[in-house]
C-alpha cells in the first residue's frame, strides 16, 4: 500500500510563491519518477513537473522557468517550488509517484488571485 499525502495549497496573489510537498510512504521502490500534475475546472490533468530518481526532470512548457521540482529520497518527498504564479496556473495540484504502476495524490487546491 502506497500513500502520498500533499501540503502547502492556498490562495496566494499573482506574482507570489507558494511551495507544495508531497510525502510517500509504504512500499517505495528506489527507481521511480516523483512529480506533480494539475487540473483546472472543465480542463483535462496535466504535467506540472517530474524528477526520476536519477535526477532528470520533465517540465510542462506553461510552467518552464518559473516552477522548480525537487526530491528528497531519504524523506520519499517531493516538491514544488512556484514562483511567478499566474492566474491560469489555478487548479487542484496532484503528486504522482511512478514505479511501474502509478500513485496519485489526493490533490491540494492552489488558487492565484489576479
Known amino acids: 500500500q502506497v500513500q502520498l499525502v500533499e501540503s502547502g495549497g492556498g490562495l496566494v496573489q499573482a506574482g507570489g510563491s507558494l511551495r507544495l510537498s508531497c510525502a510517500a510512504s509504504?512500499?517505495?521502490?528506489?527507481?521511480?519518477?516523483f512529480g506533480w500534475y494539475r487540473q483546472a475546472p472543465g480542463k483535462q490533468r496535466e504535467l506540472v513537473a517530474t524528477?526520476?530518481?536519477?535526477?532528470?526532470?520533465n517540465y510542462g512548457d506553461s510552467v518552464k522557468g518559473r516552477f522548480t521540482v525537487s526530491r528528497d529520497n531519504a524523506k520519499n518527498t517531493v516538491y514544488l517550488q512556484m514562483d511567478s504564479l499566474k492566474p491560469e496556473d489555478t487548479a487542484v495540484y496532484y503528486c504522482?509517484?511512478?514505479?511501474?504502476?502509478?500513485?496519485w495524490g489526493q490533490g491540494t487546491q492552489v488558487t492565484v488571485s489576479s
Open positions: 504522482y509517484l511512478r514505479m511501474g504502476l502509478v500513485y
Open positions: 509504504g512500499s517505495i521502490v528506489s527507481v521511480n519518477v
Open positions: 524528477m526520476s530518481s536519477l535526477r532528470t526532470t
